[in-house]
């Protein structure tokens, strides 16, 4: 199923404040969709809806913990209330901690399944009833990884979350098709984008930083990350290539086709009965 115009539509994004999120609010918008801007980060999403009003935007900014799923629940019910029925809900918002497995806290996975996995379980049950009881052509887009294919040290929270959303997606896919619906579903997997993911922190629970994993290993991924991320693609890439994958229906929505062999050589170890590769690429 597709939805081959963007335009008129009413569009709904977590994690929009900042990164990829903000780069699909802002092509929605910049395409003619109504489009609900949802994070859970206050200043950071004022500011960014009233940058895309300032173009003439229709946006409307609600501040949501997606981890929370009464607040979710309100999210649909508001969008719905503003812009009507919505055709394309956009599972974004994410967080990353890092460090050795054995020195994560419960609190650390907690946050992070939360947000990645929670989140997108949320929204799929807040929102797609209505997607479906409204009858129009609608799509779902979840954002996942390149690490929902490819595993990597110091991230066990994250890949975990990631070959969730991934799982989750494919099995949607099915049930969307075998009941003949009108809603479609992408998964989008992005590599390196130069976003603020590095800084996740600033919006654990609580605020500060009290409960952030402080060991040597932790400092170590975030300052890995903070170094791949800067020479990243722009988000706004990013945001044409989900808007294609929208329009023709596209599945899968692969960012990097460089990084593609990582996900062919753990595909392979496994077929061949050997240990997983650490790839160089990644
Ligand atoms: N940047 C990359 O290289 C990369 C690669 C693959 C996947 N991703 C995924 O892309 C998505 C967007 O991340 P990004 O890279 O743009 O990072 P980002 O930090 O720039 O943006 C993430 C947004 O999510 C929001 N957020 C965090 N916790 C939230 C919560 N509980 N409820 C609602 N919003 C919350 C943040 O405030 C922020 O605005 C994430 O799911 C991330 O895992 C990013």
Redesign the pocket.
């Known amino acids: 199923m597709t939805l081959p115009d963007v335009a008129g539509c009413t569009a709904v994004v977590?994690?929009?404040?900042?990164?990829?999120?903000?780069a699909l609010a802002e092509r929605f918008a910049g395409d003619g969709a109504r489009v609900v801007m949802?994070?859970?980060?206050a200043p950071?999403?004022e500011q960014a809806a009233d940058r895309l009003r300032e173009r003439g935007a229709q946006v409307h900014p609600v501040i949501?913990?997606?981890?929370d799923g009464e607040a979710v629940d309100a999210l649909a019910a508001e969008a719905v209330d503003v812009f009507g029925p919505v055709h394309l809900l956009c599972n974004?918002?994410?967080?990353?901690a890092g460090g050795l497995t054995w020195e994560l806290t419960t609190k650390d996975w907690e946050w992070v399944l939360?947000?990645?996995l929670w989140?997108v379980i949320h929204g799929l049950r807040a929102f797609l009833p209505g997607m479906l009881a409204h009858g129009e052509p609608a799509h779902v887009v979840n954002?996942?990884?390149?690490?929902g294919h490819v595993s990597a040290p110091f991230m066990a929270p994250?890949g975990a979350s990631?070959f969730a959303v991934v799982a989750i997606s494919e099995a949607l896919f099915h049930e969307l098709a075998m009941t003949g619906s009108c809603v479609g579903v992408s998964v989008?997997?992005?590599?390196?984008?130069?976003?603020?993911?590095h800084?996740?922190e600033?919006?654990r629970p609580g605020g500060g930083q009290a409960d952030a994993p402080s060991g040597e290993s932790a400092g170590m991924a975030v300052d890995m990350l903070r170094r791949v991320?800067s020479s990243?693609m722009d988000?706004a890439e990013v945001a044409a290539l989900v808007v294609d994958a929208v329009r023709e229906g596209a599945f899968y929505v692969f960012t990097h086709p460089d990084m593609m062999p990582a996900v062919e050589t753990r595909a392979g170890a496994i077929l061949q009965g050997h240990d997983p590769q650490l790839s160089m690429n990644l």
């Open positions: 977590t994690g929009a404040a900042s990164g990829i999120g903000f949802a994070d859970v980060e950071a999403l949501t913990d997606v981890s974004n918002a994410g967080v990353g939360g947000v990645n989140g954002t996942a990884s390149l690490a994250y990631k989008l997997c992005p590599g390196w984008v130069n976003t603020n993911i800084s996740s600033r919006n991320l990243g988000p």
